[in-house]
Every structure is written in structure tokens, then in C-alpha cells.
């Protein structure tokens, strides 16, 4: 959404000369610290995403990669202590989930909740609205959408009136959320484990769904937070960071994906003094 133009010092611009321009990151983590109920998890990231890259976030069970995503969506569980969340270059730590998510913030849930009594359709017809700030959105339009979404992401049209994730499968459950992150138009994408509890073949189904979406929207950056390398055979990040203790310790290209499934997290964990 900008960026500053660099000019050495003195010189005039000529009609020929070019500005060059930083672009404004899509996502900034500056010095991110977070507690829960007085413990602290978040120790200091420091993160960049731009518009259309994906980058992976790997780590050890309790390394605080869900926790991260849960604060870039303002989960009212966490608090920040220290440092900037910022959104195209504006600081939203004291935004609410609901102005992240208007503000085009989607989060994939590991553990997407069943609600029932709520289709999916109904469910989606009001994320909408609220996402692109529609004071009404007729059903025949989000029906219309959701059946063609439904069709390039191989799903039954039922699936459209079932209750939302009520009864669903896993890999339904996720392919629910590949489904929403289709319709709302998101420009971040924040996959919490979405590969949790899936076969590879439920993974590469989901996988296809998230690079079909990309194809559609590439300008949206995606954050995944995953324990599997298979996952990433399947995305492609264009980084790859391992967070150990709260902090990012190793940032790298996808091999580094590979590195960690052969190696696992110990290389990169602190010595202890």
C-alpha cells in the first residue's frame, strides 16, 4: 500500500530518474511479545510476509506457532506485552478479531467448532456481509458463489445445507475452511495446522484447495503453521522459520523443511548455559 521513494541526498530528479521503492509488507512483527494468564509464550518475533508469499512456521509442540497465529487474528486469550503487529504498515495489536477480520485477516482453525442449527450457506452469507461490509448479501448471489467454489474445490453441493461442521469429517472440516477462505476474499491467510489428523490423501485434497485459491487471489500472503513436511511438498513456502522457546531462531528457503524432518529440532534449540 505504499512505500517510500529513496533519494540520495542533493540530488535533484531528472525526468528520467526512477524512484526506487520499498514496498510496504503485508505483515510486520516487530518485537512481538506475548503472555497467557501471566505466562509468557511470544519472546521477541520478528516477521516479514509480502503481498503473495507464504511462508511456513515450524517448530516443537509448545514453541507458540498457534499461539502466533492467534494473536495476528486478536485472540482475546493472549495479551501483547511488547512490540507491534502491523497490518500494511498500521499497528493492529488494539484491534478487535472482528476489525482484523473485516480488515481481510482470515485464521483456519485446528480445530474448526461445529455449529448446529447454522448452515454452511447461512454461515457464509453473514461472513460475507460482515467481511465486505455489505449491509445485505441476497442468498441466490452467496448460493451462486458457493456453487461454483464447491465445484473447483471437488465438493459435494449437499455440503452447502449441512449444518456447519456438525457431523463433519476431519478433512471436511478443513476442506470447510478452504471453502470460507475461498468466498471472504482474505489478503492473509493464517493456517493453523490444517494438515492435523488428515490422511495424505484428505492432505493433498486440502493442499489443492488452498493453491486453487491462491491461483485465484495471488496477492494474499499465508502464514502456515505445521509440523509435517508433506504439507509443504504440497504449498511450497517461499521461507521456511523455526521457532523454538517463543523466538524465531532459523529462518531459510523450503529446504529447510527437509533439513528439520531429517535432522528434527534439536540443532537449532539454545544451549543451555
Given at each position: 500500500?505504499?512505500?517510500?521513494?529513496?533519494?540520495?541526498?542533493?540530488?535533484?530528479?531528472?525526468?528520467?530518474?526512477?524512484?526506487?521503492?520499498?514496498?510496504?509488507?503485508?505483515?510486520?512483527?516487530?518485537?512481538?511479545?506475548v503472555?497467557?494468564?501471566?505466562?509468557?509464550?511470544?519472546?521477541?518475533?520478528?516477521?516479514?510476509?509480502?503481498?503473495?508469499?507464504?511462508?511456513?512456521?515450524?517448530?516443537?509442540?509448545?514453541?507458540?506457532?498457534?499461539?502466533?497465529?492467534?494473536?495476528?487474528?486478536?485472540?482475546?486469550?493472549?495479551?501483547?506485552?511488547?512490540?507491534?503487529?502491523?497490518?500494511?504498515?498500521?499497528?493492529?495489536?488494539d484491534?478487535?478479531?472482528?476489525?482484523?477480520?473485516?480488515?481481510?485477516?482470515?485464521?483456519?482453525?485446528?480445530?474448526?467448532?461445529?455449529?448446529?442449527?447454522?448452515?454452511?450457506?447461512?454461515?457464509?452469507?453473514?461472513?460475507?456481509?460482515?467481511?465486505?461490509n455489505?449491509?445485505?448479501?441476497?442468498?441466490?448471489?452467496?448460493?451462486?458463489?458457493?456453487?461454483?467454489?464447491?465445484?473447483?474445490?471437488?465438493?459435494?453441493?449437499?455440503?452447502?445445507?449441512r449444518?456447519?461442521?456438525?457431523?463433519?469429517?476431519?478433512?471436511?472440516?478443513?476442506?470447510?475452511?478452504?471453502?470460507?477462505?475461498?468466498?471472504?476474499?482474505?489478503?492473509?491467510?493464517?493456517?493453523?495446522?490444517?494438515?492435523?489428523?488428515?490422511?495424505?490423501?484428505?492432505?493433498?485434497?486440502?493442499?489443492?484447495?488452498?493453491r486453487?485459491?491462491r491461483?485465484?487471489?495471488?496477492?494474499?500472503?499465508?502464514?502456515?503453521?505445521?509440523h509435517?513436511v508433506?504439507?509443504?511438498?504440497?504449498?511450497?513456502?517461499?521461507?521456511?522459520?523455526?521457532?523454538?522457546?517463543?523466538?524465531?531462531?532459523?529462518?531459510?528457503?523450503?529446504?529447510?523443511?527437509?533439513?528439520?524432518?531429517?535432522?528434527?529440532y534439536?540443532?537449532?534449540?539454545?544451549?543451555?548455559?
Open positions: 500500500m505504499g512505500g517510500a521513494g529513496l533519494v540520495t541526498p542533493g540530488h535533484s530528479l531528472g525526468p528520467t530518474d526512477r524512484l526506487m521503492v520499498v514496498p510496504t509488507p503485508l505483515l510486520e512483527l516487530k518485537n512481538l511479545h503472555e497467557a494468564d501471566g505466562a509468557p509464550i511470544l519472546r521477541g518475533v520478528d516477521l516479514i510476509v509480502n503481498e503473495g508469499e507464504v511462508h511456513a512456521l515450524m517448530g516443537p509442540n509448545g514453541a507458540g506457532k498457534s499461539t502466533l497465529a492467534n494473536v495476528v487474528m486478536g485472540h482475546p486469550g493472549y495479551t501483547v506485552t511488547d512490540g507491534e503487529i502491523l497490518l500494511h504498515g498500521e499497528n493492529i495489536a484491534w478487535s478479531s472482528d476489525q482484523r477480520a473485516r480488515a481481510g485477516i482470515f485464521l483456519a482453525f485446528q480445530y474448526p467448532e461445529a455449529i448446529s442449527g447454522v448452515s454452511v450457506t447461512q454461515f457464509l452469507r453473514q461472513a460475507i456481509s460482515a467481511r465486505k455489505l449491509p445485505e448479501l441476497s442468498v441466490l448471489e452467496v448460493r451462486l458463489d458457493l456453487a461454483e467454489w464447491m465445484d473447483r474445490l471437488g465438493m459435494d453441493p449437499a455440503f452447502a445445507e449444518h456447519l461442521n456438525d457431523g463433519f469429517s476431519g478433512g471436511e472440516r478443513k476442506r470447510n475452511e478452504v471453502l470460507q477462505m475461498a468466498l471472504l476474499e482474505p489478503i492473509l491467510a493464517l493456517l493453523d495446522e490444517t494438515d492435523s489428523g488428515l490422511d495424505i490423501d484428505a492432505l493433498r485434497v486440502v493442499a489443492r484447495g488452498v486453487t485459491v491461483d485465484e487471489h495471488p496477492a494474499m500472503g499465508a502464514v502456515v503453521v505445521t509435517y508433506k504439507l509443504l511438498e504440497e504449498i511450497e513456502p517461499d521461507q521456511v522459520h523455526i521457532l523454538v522457546d517463543g523466538q524465531i531462531v532459523h529462518s531459510g528457503g523450503p529446504e529447510l523443511a527437509q533439513d528439520i524432518e531429517h535432522e528434527g534439536d540443532a537449532w534449540r539454545p544451549v543451555a548455559s
